[in-house]
Nanobody
Framework: QVQLVESGGGLVQPGGSLRLSCAAS????????MGWYRQAPGKERELVAH???????NYADSVKGRFTISRDNAKKSVYLQMNSLKPEDTAVYYC?????????WGKGTLVTVSS
């Protein structure tokens, strides 16, 4: 089984920074993809960033230059450093792992960007 637990969400002012963490347990090892999705109020869940086992990354256009995804395979963790946060970044952020064609999701952590 795979379990993903997010942490690091909270309230931050526009222009501020926040770092999200996702700790994975179970049979993860070197999963092909680890990443983050988010779902804003009243909107569909969307990709924020992915990082592949080889270190390659991709980002949603809306967060390029502001967010950085990283992973620590030894700790089976994935991180999302969020800088220059905007109110439109407000959402529940979900950790995601793809392993052998199966998608695994965390329960989410809420990020609220507001003054």
């Amino acid at each position: 089984q795979v379990q993903l637990v997010e942490s690091g969400g909270g309230l931050v002012q526009p222009g501020g920074s926040l770092r999200l963490s996702c700790a994975a347990s179970g049979d993860i090892f070197s999963s092909t993809i680890m990443g983050w999705y988010r779902q804003a109020p009243g909107k569909e869940r969307e990709l924020v960033a992915h990082i592949f086992s080889g270190g390659s990354t991709n980002y949603a256009d809306s967060v390029k230059g502001r967010f950085t995804i990283s992973r620590d395979n030894a700790k089976k963790s994935v991180y999302l450093q969020m800088n220059s946060l905007k109110p439109e970044d407000t959402a529940v952020y979900y950790c995601h792992v793809l392993r052998f064609g199966i998608n695994y999701w965390g329960k989410g952590t809420l990020v609220t960007v507001s003054s």
